[in-house]
Structure formats: structure tokens, C-alpha cells
């Protein structure tokens, strides 16, 4: 069962920037698909970035040109650089990975990372 640890949220101004982290408990080279997604209170979760086993990106309309999503696969580790973050931005940031089991395709949620932007 594959592990996935989200690092680096905190309380940050607006204007500011993050580096959110997610590493994986083994290789992430041949995940199909890994990305992040948030959850603000009262709020349906949503897809943040994707980033694809080859490297192809994708955002959310709203927030491309601030965010960006890579990878490091010799680290096992994903990012995701926010800036020019704002208060909506707050949110529950969580890591995702879908990976191939035997012709099946299995999602991997990490626990969360906390993401606070606020004067």
C-alpha cells in the first residue's frame, strides 16, 4: 500500500508564496497520474493541478498562472509552488496518486496539508 505525506502549509500573507511537498512511500515513476486537490470549509473538494506519469500538466482554469505543479521522481516527491496566494486560497491541501493494480486503477489520498492565507 503506497503512502503519500503532504508537507509545507502553514499561515501565510496574501501576496505570499508556499511550496507544498508530497512524497510517496515508493517510486512514483510509474504513477499514471499524481495532483493536488483542496477542500475550503463548507466546500466540495477540487482539483488544484494534475501532473501525468510523462509530466504533462494540467490546472484549474482559476488558478493557473499562480500554481505550479512538477515533480522529482528520483525523490519520490511532487510539488506544487503557490504564489500570489489569496485568502481564498485557503483551504485542506491534499496529495493524490493514481496508480495501476492489475488492470485497475487505484486512488491514494494523503492526510492534508493545511493551507492559511490571512493578514
Known amino acids: 500500500q503506497v503512502q503519500l505525506v503532504e508537507s509545507g502549509g502553514g499561515l501565510v500573507q496574501p501576496g505570499g508564496s508556499l511550496r507544498l511537498s508530497c512524497v510517496a512511500s515508493r517510486s512514483i515513476g510509474g504513477f499514471v497520474t499524481m495532483g493536488w486537490y483542496r477542500q475550503a470549509p463548507g466546500r466540495q473538494r477540487e482539483q488544484v493541478a494534475i501532473?501525468?506519469?510523462?509530466?504533462?500538466?494540467n490546472y484549474a482554469d482559476s488558478l493557473k498562472g499562480r500554481f505550479t505543479i512538477s515533480k522529482d521522481n528520483a525523490k519520490n516527491t511532487m510539488y506544487l509552488q503557490m504564489n500570489s496566494l489569496k485568502p481564498e486560497d485557503t483551504a485542506v491541501y491534499y496529495c493524490n496518486a493514481n496508480i495501476l493494480a492489475e488492470d485497475e486503477i487505484v486512488a491514494v489520498w494523503g492526510q492534508g496539508t493545511l493551507v492559511t492565507v490571512s493578514s
Open positions: 501532473i501525468t506519469r510523462g509530466g504533462n500538466t
